[in-house]
T-cell receptor, first 113, second 113 residues
Framework: KNQVEQSPQSLIILEGKNCTLQCNYTVSPFSNLRWYKQDTGRGPVSLTIMTFSENTKSNGRYTATLDADTKQSSLHITASQLSDSASYICVVSRLDNTDKLIFGTGTRLQVFP | GAGVSQSPRYKVAKRGQDVALRCDPISGHVSLFWYQQALGQGPEFLTYFQNEAQLDKSGLPSDRFFAERPEGSVSTLKIQRTQQEDSAVYLC???????????FGPGTRLTVL
């Protein structure tokens, strides 16, 4: 079972609409959670990073939330643009000395005009 | 440019052929990571360097995979006797120290025929 699960697998929305992507994790002990955006053919780019004590963080039209008790996170995109079409990957870091990141499989978002 | 660069961007290899993938991290970044990303999946950790020291290679799938970073900057991921299941995008990431702010390169797409 994947330690970081995302839903939905894919999503299609119209330009200008809002959407919310979900991430559930079982990684323990928890260090931090980050959301990455990955355009086709490119490497992931960090959107937000949240530690245990943070429950929301914004980056422009992107707002991430974190509930460390239920081990859930969401990424909300407001007023979507065509350029938001990409994969959004939830990544969790375990609090140990391995320095490894555990990636979800991503949500593929397509924004149509 | 100031970002992480990787070469080649695309590589087609015949089964059994050896390949070498190069990563140029951001200048001054101590930590360097290699990931393997299968089609439609999130990246999976392969190995981690701090300067020239390979601190974690637990993600390397077999002894056909070998990574080095002899001078603490450029890194090479070598795959010997490639197999079809090695087909994936290989991502390199670097950070000043540790995993907190990782910057990803564009990846090398390897196709093994």
């Amino acid at each position: 079972k994947n330690q970081v699960e995302q839903s939905p697998q894919s999503l299609i929305i119209l330009e200008g609409k809002n959407c919310t992507l979900q991430c559930n994790y079982t990684v323990s002990p928890f260090s931090n959670l980050r959301w990455y955006k990955q355009d086709t053919g490119r490497g992931p780019v960090s959107l937000t990073i949240m530690t245990f004590s943070e429950n929301t963080k914004s980056n422009g039209r992107y707002t991430a939330t974190l509930d460390a008790d239920t081990k859930q996170s969401s990424l909300h995109i407001t007023a979507s643009q065509l350029s938001d079409s990409a994969s959004y990957i939830c990544v969790v870091s375990r609090l140990d000395n391995t320095d490894k990141l555990i990636f979800g499989t991503g949500t593929r978002l397509q924004v149509f005009p | 440019g100031a970002g992480v660069s990787q070469s080649p961007r695309y590589k087609v290899a015949k089964r059994g052929q050896d390949v070498a993938l190069r990563c140029d991290p951001i200048s001054g970044h101590v930590s360097l990571f290699w990931y393997q990303q299968a089609l439609g999946q999130g990246p999976e950790f392969l190995t981690y360097f701090q300067n020239e020291a390979q601190l974690d290679k637990s993600g390397l799938p077999s002894d056909r995979f070998f990574a080095e970073r002899p001078e603490g900057s450029v890194s090479t991921l070598k795959i010997q006797r490639t197999q079809q299941e090695d087909s994936a995008v290989y991502l390199c990431a670097s950070s000043l120290v540790g995993t907190h702010f990782q910057y990803f390169g564009p990846g090398t797409r390897l196709t093994v025929l």
